[in-house]
C-alpha cells in the first residue's frame, strides 16, 4: 500500500511516502527548487517521492494532505463575527483556499497525467494532529503523551492529546489568536529579527541577556486555567496583514505582529542590521524565559492528564532546543521523542501515518530510527559532477577516507561532509554537514569569515559519540536530531570551546553507531587522533537552504573558502584546485 503525504500551500511545502506503514523517503520542497521555506506546492518533491519507490502516481493509493480548511470553522467563524471589520480577510483566505484544494488537478498537473487515471483516496487531516502524529507514530510507543504547539495551523496553535495504540485523542486545543509561536515571533520582529525562521538565531541570543525585562514580558503572555492568554494589546489583531503569508510564488514572508504598545513600553523597534542592544538581549532573554514557563506549565497540566512518562512533541516551537533541554528538570517527563522536521514539512509524514493507523487502522511497526529519509546520489553520478566543475580528487576506501578527514579535521581544517541519503528536517546531523575541531578557540571565527557569515552570537553545535554524553553533558537523554540543549561539564568546557556557548551550553547531536556508521567512525577516528569523542558540526550550506545534490555542494565548497570536500568517497583539497 503506497500512501503520499503532503503538507502543501503552507510554508515548508513537502511530501513523504509510506509503503506498507514505513516511512521510505521525505523531502521539502525547499531542497529542490532551493527556494527557503518554500510554501507553494511540492511538485518535485512528490516526483522525487515517486522515482524512490519506483512507482507512478496512478499507482498511489491514498493522499493525505496535513491541513483541513474546515477544522475549527465554528471557532474561525465566531471570531470573523467579533471582528467584523476582518470579515473579508477571512472570506478572502477562505476562497483561495478552496482554490486549492482539487488534489486531483494538481497532482495530475504536477505530473502530466490525466486527473481520471488517479484512483487515489483522499484524506484532510487537522494541522496539529498531523504534528502530534508525526512524532507519536515514529516513536516506539504504544503510550505517550502528545503535544504540538506552533505559530498557527487550522487556527489553534497548540493541542495536548492522548496517544495509544493506534489512537490520538484530542485533550485540549488553544484557538488563535493566543499562541505562544506568535509571541515568540512578534518579540523576535521587535528585536530586528524579522523572517520566517529567525526564531531559531534569536534563541541563541537570549543567554546574552539579562532579567530585565521578565516582569513586563510577563503580562504579554500570562498562565491562565491551566492554559495560557496573550495581552492582545501588544499585537496587530489577526487578519489586518498579521502573521504568515504565502505570496503567489511560494515565498513566505512575515507580516508585522506587534502593536503601538510594544513601543511605549520598550522604545523603537531595532531595524534589521541595526547595532544590538542590551535592551535587545534583554528582551531576548525575558522572551525565551517566559516562553520556557508556558511551555512548562502546559507540559505538566497534560502529564496530570496523562500520567506517563513518554513526551511525543512536534509543531515549529518544538524546535526550541533550550527550552527540550530542560524539560526533564522542569517537568515528570522522562523520555521526548520529537519529530526532527518538527516544523511544518513533517506534516506530511504525520498526515500519511495518521491515515495508516489511524484510518484504515493496521498495525504499528515502523519506528523512524534516524532522520536520513532524503535523496542520495551514486558515486558515478558524484564523479561526473566533479569532472565537470573541473576539479582534481583522490577516490579513497572507507578507512584511508575516515583517517584523512580526521586528520584534517584535527589540523583545524574546515571539511564538508557529504555522504549518503540526506536528512530529513532543518539540521544537518552527519550527511550534509560542515565539520570542524570543536577545541580551537577561533574555530567559530574561523568557519563565520570563511563560509557561514552567521550572527556572531549564534553558538555552533557538537555532534558527539553516544557513549561519552554523560562524561561531557549534565544530561544523559539522548539528543539524536539535535533538538536539547544541555550544560556541558566544567572540566569539558575547554577541551570543547568552539562550541560552548556563552552560557556554557552545546545543542549537541548525540551520534550512536546503529544510527550513523560512517559519522560515527569518522569521529572515532577524530578521537583516535586528538582523544575527543565530538566534532563541531554544522549545516552544509552558506545562506541558502541546505545543500541536497553533489553540484550544490560543489558550487558551495567552490564559493566559499572551506578546505577540503568529502563527497562519497572522494576527496577534494582547495589547495591542489
Ligand atoms: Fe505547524
Given at each position: 500500500?503506497?500512501?503520499?503525504?503532503?503538507?502543501?500551500?503552507?510554508?515548508?511545502?513537502s511530501?513523504?511516502?509510506?509503503?506498507?506503514?514505513?516511512?521510505?523517503?521525505a523531502?521539502?520542497?525547499?531542497?529542490?527548487?532551493?527556494?527557503?521555506?518554500?510554501?507553494?506546492?511540492?511538485?518535485?518533491?512528490?516526483?522525487?517521492?515517486?522515482?524512490?519507490?519506483?512507482?507512478?502516481?496512478?499507482?498511489?493509493?491514498?493522499?493525505?494532505?496535513?491541513?483541513?480548511?474546515?477544522?475549527?470553522?465554528?471557532?474561525?467563524?465566531?471570531?470573523?463575527?467579533?471582528?467584523?471589520?476582518?470579515?473579508?480577510?477571512?472570506?478572502?483566505?477562505?476562497?483561495?483556499?478552496?482554490?486549492?484544494?482539487d488534489?486531483?488537478?494538481?497532482?495530475?498537473?504536477a505530473?502530466?497525467?490525466?486527473a481520471?487515471?488517479?484512483?487515489?483516496?483522499?484524506?484532510?487531516?487537522?494541522?496539529?494532529?498531523?504534528?502530534?502524529?508525526?512524532?507519536?507514530?515514529c516513536?516506539?510507543?504504544?503510550?505517550?503523551a502528545?503535544?504540538?504547539?506552533?505559530?498557527?495551523?487550522?487556527?489553534?496553535?497548540?493541542?495536548l492529546?492522548?496517544?495509544?495504540?493506534?489512537?490520538?485523542?484530542?485533550?485540549?486545543?488553544?484557538?488563535?489568536?493566543?499562541?505562544?509561536?506568535?509571541?515568540?515571533?512578534?518579540?523576535?520582529?521587535?528585536?530586528?529579527?524579522?523572517?520566517?525562521?529567525d526564531?531559531?538565531k534569536?534563541?541563541?541570543?537570549?543567554?546574552?541577556?539579562?532579567?530585565?525585562?521578565?516582569?513586563?514580558?510577563?503580562?504579554?503572555?500570562?498562565l491562565?486555567n491551566?492554559?495560557?492568554?496573550?495581552?492582545?494589546?501588544?499585537?496587530?489583531?489577526?487578519?489586518?496583514?498579521?502573521?504568515?503569508?504565502?505570496?503567489?510564488?511560494?515565498?513566505?514572508?512575515?507580516?508585522?505582529?506587534?502593536?503601538?504598545?510594544?513601543?511605549?513600553?520598550?522604545?523603537?523597534?531595532?531595524?534589521?542590521?541595526?547595532?544590538?542592544?542590551?535592551?535587545?538581549?534583554?528582551?531576548?532573554?525575558?522572551?525565551?524565559h517566559?516562553?520556557?514557563?508556558?511551555?512548562?506549565?502546559?507540559?505538566?497540566?497534560?502529564?496530570?492528564?496523562?500520567?506517563v512518562?513518554?513526551?511525543?512533541?512536534?509543531?515549529?516551537?518544538?524546535?526550541?532546543?533550550?527550552?527540550?533541554?530542560?524539560?526533564?528538570?522542569?517537568?515528570?517527563?522522562?523520555?521526548?521523542?520529537?519529530?526532527?522536521?518538527?516544523?511544518?514539512?513533517?506534516?506530511?509524514?504525520?498526515?500519511?501515518?495518521?491515515?495508516?493507523?489511524?484510518?484504515?487502522?493496521?498495525?504499528?511497526?515502523?519506528?523512524?530510527?534516524?532522520?536520513?529519509?532524503?535523496?542520495?546520489?551514486?558515486?558515478?553520478?558524484?564523479?561526473?559532477?566533479?569532472?565537470?566543475?573541473?576539479?582534481?580528487?583522490?577516490?579513497?576506501?572507507?578507512?584511508?577516507?575516515?583517517?584523512?578527514?580526521?586528520?584534517?579535521?584535527?589540523?583545524?581544517?574546515?571539511?564538508?561532509?557529504?555522504?549518503?541519503?540526506?536528512?530529513?528536517?532543518?539540521?544537518?546531523?552527519?550527511?550534509?554537514?560542515?565539520?570542524?575541531?570543536?577545541?580551537?578557540?577561533?574555530?567559530?571565527?574561523?568557519?563565520?569569515?570563511?563560509?557561514?557569515?552567521?550572527?556572531?552570537?549564534?553558538?555552533?553545535?557538537?555532534?558527539?559519540?553516544?557513549?561519552h554524553?554523560?562524561?561531557?553533558?549534565?544530561?544523559?537523554?539522548?539528543?539524536?536530531?539535535?533538538?536539547?540543549v544541555?550544560?556541558?561539564?566544567?572540566?569539558?568546557?575547554?577541551?570543547?570551546?568552539?562550541?560552548?556557548?556563552?552560557?556554557?551550553?552545546?545543542?549537541?547531536?548525540?551520534?550512536?553507531?546503529?544510527?550513523?556508521?560512517?559519522?560515527?567512525?569518522?569521529?572515532k577516528?577524530?578521537?583516535?587522533?586528538?582523544?575527543?569523542?565530538?566534532?563541531?558540526?554544522?549545516?552544509?550550506?552558506?545562506?541558502?537552504?541546505?545543500?541536497?545534490?553533489?553540484?550544490?555542494?560543489?558550487?558551495?565548497?567552490?564559493?566559499?573558502?572551506?578546505?577540503?570536500?568529502?563527497?562519497?568517497?572522494f576527496?577534494?583539497?582547495k589547495?591542489?584546485?
Amino acid at each position: 500500500m503506497l500512501i503520499l503525504g503532503l503538507n502543501m500551500f503552507h510554508a515548508d511545502a513537502s511530501a513523504a511516502i509510506v509503503q506498507d506503514g514505513e516511512v521510505v523517503f521525505a523531502v521539502a520542497e525547499e531542497r529542490l527548487n532551493r527556494q527557503k521555506h518554500f510554501g507553494g506546492f511540492p511538485s518535485l518533491a512528490v516526483k522525487a517521492c515517486l522515482d524512490a519507490v519506483g512507482a507512478r502516481i496512478t499507482d498511489i493509493d491514498h493522499v493525505a494532505v496535513g491541513q483541513d480548511s474546515d477544522a475549527n470553522l465554528a471557532r474561525k467563524v465566531q471570531y470573523a463575527l467579533a471582528n467584523p471589520d476582518k470579515i473579508l480577510n477571512f472570506i478572502h483566505l477562505r476562497a483561495r483556499k478552496q482554490a486549492m484544494r482539487d488534489l486531483r488537478t494538481l497532482l495530475a498537473n504536477a505530473l502530466d497525467v490525466d486527473a481520471k487515471l488517479l484512483r487515489f483516496q483522499e484524506h484532510r487531516l487537522e494541522h496539529h494532529i498531523a504534528h502530534i502524529a508525526s512524532a507519536y507514530y515514529c516513536s516506539p510507543w504504544i503510550k505517550a503523551a502528545g503535544f504540538s504547539y506552533d505559530g498557527s495551523g487550522d487556527f489553534v496553535s497548540t493541542m495536548l492529546a492522548r496517544c495509544e495504540g493506534n489512537d490520538i485523542d484530542i485533550l485540549e486545543r488553544v484557538f488563535l489568536p493566543h499562541s505562544l509561536g506568535s509571541f515568540y515571533s512578534m518579540i523576535c520582529e521587535f528585536i530586528g529579527y524579522k523572517n520566517y525562521g529567525d526564531e531559531g538565531k534569536v534563541m541563541g541570543l537570549a543567554p546574552y541577556g539579562k532579567d530585565t525585562y521578565c516582569d513586563p514580558i510577563k503580562s504579554i503572555v500570562g498562565l491562565k486555567n491551566g492554559s495560557f492568554q496573550l495581552d492582545l494589546k501588544y499585537f496587530k489583531p489577526l487578519g489586518s496583514n498579521q502573521g504568515m503569508q504565502i505570496q503567489s510564488d511560494g515565498t513566505v514572508r512575515l507580516a508585522r505582529h506587534f502593536s503601538e504598545q510594544m513601543e511605549k513600553l520598550f522604545g523603537q523597534p531595532r531595524e534589521p542590521h541595526g547595532e544590538i542592544t542590551q535592551r535587545d538581549m534583554d528582551l531576548a532573554y525575558a522572551m525565551q524565559h517566559c516562553f520556557e514557563k508556558v511551555f512548562f506549565h502546559l507540559l505538566n497540566q497534560l502529564h496530570k492528564k496523562i500520567p506517563v512518562e513518554n513526551l511525543a512533541m512536534a509543531g515549529g516551537c518544538a524546535l526550541n532546543s533550550v527550552a527540550n533541554g530542560k524539560l526533564f528538570d522542569s517537568t515528570p517527563f522522562r523520555h521526548t521523542w520529537i519529530q526532527p522536521a518538527a516544523g511544518d514539512e513533517g506534516l506530511a509524514i504525520g498526515a500519511a501515518l495518521h491515515t495508516y493507523h489511524s484510518v484504515l487502522k493496521q498495525p504499528r511497526r515502523y519506528q523512524m530510527k534516524n532522520s536520513y529519509l532524503g535523496p542520495h546520489f551514486s558515486d558515478s553520478r558524484i564523479a561526473s559532477d566533479l569532472k565537470k566543475a573541473d576539479l582534481a580528487y583522490q577516490r579513497l576506501d572507507r578507512e584511508p577516507l575516515l583517517d584523512t578527514v580526521a586528520a584534517q579535521i584535527a589540523a583545524g581544517k574546515v571539511v564538508g561532509w557529504f555522504q549518503g541519503s540526506m536528512e530529513w528536517g532543518p539540521r544537518a546531523l552527519g550527511n550534509r554537514s560542515i565539520v570542524a575541531h570543536p577545541g580551537l578557540a577561533n574555530m567559530k571565527d574561523v568557519l563565520n569569515a570563511r563560509v557561514k557569515h552567521r550572527e556572531w552570537f549564534r553558538p555552533f553545535a557538537p555532534s558527539i559519540l553516544a557513549e561519552h554524553q554523560y562524561e561531557y553533558f549534565e544530561h544523559n537523554h539522548p539528543s539524536p536530531f539535535m533538538l536539547h540543549v544541555y550544560k556541558i561539564r566544567a572540566q569539558k568546557r575547554q577541551e570543547l570551546c568552539a562550541v560552548n556557548h556563552v552560557d556554557d551550553t552545546g545543542r549537541l547531536q548525540t551520534v550512536s553507531r546503529d544510527e550513523n556508521a560512517l559519522y560515527y567512525d569518522l569521529i572515532k577516528a577524530f578521537q583516535r587522533r586528538t582523544g575527543i569523542p565530538v566534532v563541531l558540526n554544522t549545516s552544509f550550506n552558506e545562506n541558502e537552504p541546505i545543500v541536497c545534490a553533489p553540484q550544490e555542494a560543489i558550487d558551495c565548497f567552490q564559493r566559499t573558502r572551506m578546505d577540503t570536500l568529502a563527497i562519497g568517497p572522494f576527496v577534494v583539497s582547495k589547495s591542489e584546485n
